[in-house]
């Protein structure tokens, strides 16, 4: 019988012989039973409610699977008659000594309240004494029927805060998923926003949460600077692991949790989880790629480096196709747009239609943003307009008139062209488009429009209404412009309209008439008719169908439909003041106990205030105890011996081994500085937080001991020279940050090839625009033909960088220059120069451009636009053009800020004067050839 149900066919005309066997001895035949009465006793409600008695017998059995069973069959009997025998039920279950029994009594709570939502009260008193549990198995369970009966009550969560946060790896998958989206609600009302850097309140918060934590607390400190809550961190911290998920829900889940509460310079480890998660089938790839798409409108950088995980397979579905597009779009810059549009220039050839017009669309977007290419996009599109493809066509017309309409420049040609489209296109969209722009530019073309007009008098009444009202609207203009020659033409086409069968168009040839053909009755406004029509339009704007949809929680069903769903539980905006931290403070002395290491020593009187219980929790989960000096000097060695791969890592040992020392001293006094140890330990726990984060964010998965220790090591010791050791280990330890990450590539399940070319945590100097993108774009007209000599991408780019100002010349301005060896956008002789500048200070520098230029007879120079200002521990790349004529003279110019002028110098080697050209070996010897007949002739 249940495997009639499983394969989906109808058993319940059965259910009076089965029910009968609910008393069988066999326990076996009464889980089966039981599997089946769950099944149907909603529908057969009536025949349940015979053998309730037997359901109620049942939930004393010996068996937990029997009483699970039982109070599920009696929970699934939604008659409101057995309310009170279900409440007595749950009561009973959420007591019985089985977890598994009271994760079905949670379960039952949210049945009963959908049945009766008066039973609230009661069913919240089971929920509060269920949410005190334990087991990792009720806690998913019991956090689902507290979403579900009362979200608003967060007061039940502050006990139980801590002990959510550290069960969480061990609940089940879907379990986690409930727990996390709670614990974010949570966290948005009890903690203060950890973003104030970002608001612009204080200028001195900017500096915490920079890529120098550790070198900058400190100073903050002083300043009064935001502190993140160790409650806060916790979650942070415990829900880091779950990244590495199985489950797809799990790994969104914490993605979110990270994007909604966690410091702005933490969100970044998400973003390789995420394109993991893009190896799933289609309907895990479409949810994500709608998160990212709306993450990347705001954090471009955090998806730059997997830029190629966004290219559209030939596979993937159309949906999927055009949210990677989106994606593309978002992600698009000065640096990568080459690489892109070069992209482009294939998916507009695609058979699926609809994905080749998105494309197009794409490509007007890019144009827009990024006004570099608007030229060269325009071109393409130009090219496009010869395309076999009527769709292809239709899309690209549409995008011109948006392109030409933000550029006011003289494009009489390409309106021309397009004029001369209309006989052949029919998509309806296209031909008004086409109407618009002749009518909005008849002046520039006073040849064509009347013409145009005559055509479309002739076919009007079988025009699509769209282009009904284009052709009137291009009447009137004419009229306005050219009275003498459309005159009669206008008139023509108003009658036509009068009698139209669409009122839209009758009501538009009514207003038009009045307000351009003058009679006795027209008003005041025919005197500006003209102002009217041909008034200066504001050009449309472009933009990401994404951009509104932030306001919804990310991984919810709000966010994919774009509309609030039924249950949806907003998230509220952080408060202003946190709430008093102390009501997560669970007084239980025994648990206290329980969680100190052996053999700990304790030589100060245990603090009862706000660090207590967090404080310990932190020990258990870092192994490492604040008060024992030695340990910080023998993991300082294991450093030196084991985890050579860390960034300064013998540095950093030695200054901890030493550090170690003198803090045996400080513990010694520790009794007569009580206030003072405690201030200490304070700071310490933030900082010990701040560098597990740094540690971990740094690997792929938190799985190496080595590192634990050591970096548990690096907050032991508690000593006054630990801050000036951390000031040179930061120095020494920064440089190999940005770019000596390869060394500490852990081994790990994640580590798949398509991630190998982005092992650094910075983005890598991306090739910048290529001049040659015209003769690209071009090639999307389908033609066949190729030029014999075409420019291609290098096949090696070397990652080494030259130093162009040092930070110390710099007063913390750093700036290193590199060859990507790529085409340069600013002109076809220029050598393309990527620029890396680094703001190694505490304050924000500004203005930062090039001054006066000393280059040698006929070297030209391209330069970047100024940046505005470059925050704390911040890193830009930009894009700049050298014509080094040829030789290897050296550019001399000034880099400036707003403060002060540095002189600089860029030489390039001689192989970077050159570009990587492809070319048949038939046409590489006739080039050889016509070399050495011109060397001949010289000599």
Request: aromatic share 6%; with cysteine; glycine share 4%.
């Amino acid at each position: 019988i249940l495997q009639m149900i499983a394969k989906g066919k109808n058993a319940s005309e059965l259910f009076p012989a089965v029910v009968k066997n609910v008393a069988s001895k066999n326990i076996e035949i009464k889980k089966l039973v039981y599997v089946y009465l769950v099944r149907y006793a909603e529908e057969q409600q009536d025949l349940a409610l015979l053998s309730i008695s037997t359901f109620q017998r049942a939930l004393k059995d010996p068996n937990q699977l029997i009483r699970a069973s039982a109070l599920r069959v009696l929970s699934s009997i939604r008659v409101p008659i057995i309310v009170p025998i279900m409440m007595l039920a749950i009561k009973e279950a959420s007591a019985d000594l089985s977890p598994y029994v009271r994760k079905n009594a949670a379960h039952a709570i949210q049945k009963l309240y959908s049945l009766d939502p008066e039973q609230k009260e009661m069913l919240i008193e089971i929920i509060e004494k269920l949410l005190k549990d334990k087991s990792t198995l009720v806690a998913g369970s019991v956090v689902m029927a507290f979403e579900e009966v009362c979200p608003d009550r967060i007061d039940l969560i502050h006990k139980n805060y801590r002990k959510l946060c550290n069960l969480l790896v061990d609940v089940e998958e879907w379990g986690q998923v409930v727990i996390i989206h709670m614990l974010t609600r949570y966290a948005r009302t009890q903690f203060v926003s950890p973003w104030k850097e970002d608001d612009g309140l204080e200028d001195n918060e900017k500096d915490f949460y920079d890529s120098d934590e550790e070198q900058k607390e400190k100073s903050d400190k002083r300043k009064k600077a935001y502190t993140m809550d160790p409650d806060h961190r916790l979650l942070i911290r415990n829900t880091k692991p779950l990244l590495q998920s199985r489950n797809a829900a799990v790994v969104m889940a914490v993605a979110q949790l990270y994007w909604h509460i966690a410091p702005k310079s933490e969100v970044g480890i998400i973003s390789k989880p995420l394109v993991r998660l893009l190896r799933s089938n289609r309907e895990v790839q479409y949810i994500v790629l709608q998160n990212i798409a709306t993450m990347s409108i705001q954090r471009k950088g955090m998806f730059e480096p997997y830029l190629k995980s966004f290219y559209v397979r030939s596979t993937d579905p159309t949906m999927i196709k055009i949210l990677k597009l989106e994606i593309l779009t978002n992600l698009a810059n000065e640096a990568n747009i080459s690489t892109l549009l070069r992209e482009f220039q294939t998916y507009v050839k695609s058979q699926d239609k609809q994905f080749a017009a998105a494309t197009i669309q794409t490509i007007g977007r890019c144009a827009t943003n990024i006004s570099e290419v608007t030229d060269t996009c325009l071109n393409g599109l130009v090219c496009l307009l010869s395309n076999r493809d009527e769709i292809v066509v239709a899309e690209s017309v549409v995008v011109i008139k948006k392109l030409l309409q933000m550029q006011p420049i003289q494009h009489g040609e390409i309106i021309k062209h397009m004029a001369k489209l209309l006989d052949s296109i029919t998509v309806p969209v296209a031909r008004a488009s086409i109407l618009w722009l002749i009518g909005e530019n008849c002046e520039r073309v006073p040849i064509i429009a009347p013409d145009v007009l005559r055509k479309m008098a002739k076919s009007f009444t079988s025009e699509d209404d769209l282009v009904k009202l284009q052709i009137l609207n291009l009447g009137a203009k004419l009229y306005l412009t050219n009275s003498r020659q459309t005159k009669l033409l206008t008139q023509y086409i108003l009658n036509l309209g009068k009698y139209d069968q669409n009122y839209d168009i009758r009501d538009r040839t009514r207003f038009i008439r009045q307000l351009i053909v003058p009679n006795e009755k027209s008003g005041a406004l025919s005197k500006y008719a003209k102002k009217i029509f041909l008034a200066q339009k504001p050009a449309p704007l472009l933009e990401s169908p994404f951009k509104d949809r932030d306001h919804f929680q990310l991984g919810t069903l709000s966010h994919t439909l774009n509309t609030k769903a039924t249950g949806y539980l907003e998230l509220s905006n952080w408060p202003e003041v946190a709430p008093d931290p102390s009501v997560r403070n669970v007084e239980v002395i025994e648990l206290a106990k329980e969680w100190t290491p052996a053999g700990k020593a304790k030589k100060e009187k245990p603090d009862k205030k706000f660090y207590s219980e967090s404080e310990e929790e932190e020990d258990s989960s870092e192994s490492s105890s604040d008060s024992e000096s030695e340990s910080g000097s023998e993991s300082g060695e294991q450093d030196e011996e084991g985890d050579s791969s860390e960034d300064s890592s013998e540095d950093s040992s030695e200054h901890q081994s030493e550090s170690g020392s003198e803090s045996e001293a400080e513990n010694k006094r520790a009794g007569q500085k009580s206030s003072r140890t405690k201030g200490k330990r304070d700071s310490e726990d933030v900082d010990k937080e701040n560098e597990n984060s740094k540690t971990s964010d740094s690997s792929d998965a938190e799985s190496s001991s080595i590192e634990g220790s050591s970096s548990g090591s690096e907050s032991e010791s508690v000593s006054e020279s630990e801050s000036e050791s951390r000031k040179v280990t930061k120095e020494k330890g920064k440089k190999p940050k940005q770019d000596g990450n390869p060394l500490t590539k852990d081994v790990s399940l994640l580590d798949l090839d398509d991630f190998n070319p982005v092992s650094t945590p910075v983005a890598l100097p991306v090739p910048a625009l290529s001049p040659s993108l015209i003769a690209d774009l071009e090639g999307l007209n389908l033609s066949a033909s190729s030029s014999v000599i075409s420019v291609s991408t290098p096949v090696f780019v070397p990652m080494t960088t030259h130093v162009l100002l040092h930070r110390m010349s710099g007063k913390g301005l750093a700036a290193h220059y590199s060859f990507p060896r790529q085409p340069c956008i600013f002109g076809d002789k220029m050598v393309s120069v990527q620029i890396t500048l680094n703001n190694t200070t505490d304050r924000k520098i500004e203005n930062i451009h090039i001054g006066e230029k000393k280059l040698p007879m006929g070297m030209q120079m391209h330069v970047f636009n100024p940046i505005g200002s470059l925050e704390p521990g911040g890193s830009i790349t930009v894009s700049m053009g050298i014509d080094f004529c040829d030789s290897t003279q050296t550019a001399s110019l000034q880099l400036c800020t707003k403060d002060d002028c540095f002189s600089v110098n860029i030489q390039p080697p001689v192989g970077e004067l050159l570009l990587p050209v492809a070319m048949s070996e038939k046409d590489f010897k006739k080039e050889q050839g016509l070399q050495l007949k011109l060397c001949t002739v010289g000599h």
